[in-house]
C-alpha cells in the first residue's frame, strides 16, 4: 500500500465516520505504521470501513479494533477458499501426501549420518506445490506478526541431510524387526512359563561363551 493509497483510505474513513479533528490526523499517522507492517492493502482497508458502515463504533480505539478483525477474518476465509480450491485440483504427493509438509530425522538426533538417541523428528515444508502454498501462506502471516519465521524447507534440510528418507526406512526395518523378536519372545513366555531351571541357565550361558570363543 503506498502513501497515497492509505492517504485516500483516511480520508474516505474519516468523512465517513466524522474523524476530522487534528487529533484524528495523528491518529491515522500511527494506524498506518501498524497497517503498513501488518501487510493491510487499500482494498482490504476501504472493505473494512464499509462493514463498518451500519453499526459504526463510538470510539476510536473501537474503529481500529474492527478494522483489523475484519481483516483478518477476509484473509482467513480467502485461504480456506484456496486451500479447499487446491485440495480439489492437486494431485497427491508422493513425498507429503498433500499435507504441505514432511516428517524428516530431526537435525540434533544425526550423528555420522545415522539417526540416534530417541530418534527425535523434524516437520518442514515439502518441494510440490502444496508445501509452496503454505510457505507463502507462512510468508504472509509472517508479514502480519513477525516473530514465527517461514520454516525450514524440505531442499535446505536436504543440502545437509540428503539420505533422510534411507534413515526412515532404516528405522522402520528396525522397529518391525523388534517387533517380531518381541512378539516370538512372549509367544515363547505363554508356551514355556517363567525361566525358573536356574542350573541349565548357567549351564546354556557357559556354552554359549563357548561357542563364541571358538
Not at 85 to 95: I, M, S, V
Request: glycine share 6%; with cysteine; charged share 25%.
Amino acid at each position: 500500500m503506498t502513501d497515497s493509497e492509505f492517504s485516500e483510505w483516511a480520508v474516505f474513513h474519516g468523512g465517513m465516520f466524522s474523524l476530522v479533528k487534528d487529533s484524528d490526523v495523528h491518529m491515522f499517522a500511527a494506524w498506518k505504521v501498524f497497517f503498513l507492517t501488518a501487510g493491510v492493502t487499500a482494498q482490504e482497508l476501504r472493505e473494512a470501513t464499509l462493514s463498518m458502515a451500519k453499526t459504526p463504533p463510538k470510539w476510536r480505539d473501537d474503529h481500529l479494533v474492527a478494522i483489523n478483525s475484519h481483516v483478518r477474518a477476509s484473509r482467513a476465509k480467502r485461504w480456506q477458499l484456496e486451500q479447499q480450491q487446491f485440495d480439489q485440483n492437486e494431485a497427491e504427493c508422493d513425498l507429503c501426501g498433500n499435507r504441505g509438509y514432511v516428517i524428516v530425522p530431526h537435525v540434533r538426533a544425526i550423528r555420522g549420518g545415522k539417526w540416534c538417541g530417541n530418534f527425535d523428528t523434524l516437520a518442514v515444508w515439502c518441494r510440490c506445490s502444496q508445501g509452496f502454498y503454505q510457505i507463502e501462506r507462512r510468508a504472509r502471516r509472517e508479514a502480519e506478526k513477525p516473530g514465527f519465521g517461514v520454516g525450514l524447507t524440505l531442499d535446505q534440510y536436504e543440502t545437509r541431510h540428503p539420505n533422510w528418507q534411507a534413515m526412515l526406512l532404516q528405522h522402520e526395518r528396525e522397529t518391525q524387526a523388534l517387533f517380531a523378536a518381541q512378539e516370538r519372545s512372549r509367544e515363547t513366555d505363554l508356551a514355556s512359563g517363567e525361566i525358573t531351571d536356574l542350573p541349565m541357565r548357567r549351564l546354556v550361558g557357559e556354552l554359549f561363551d563357548r561357542s563364541l570363543t571358538k
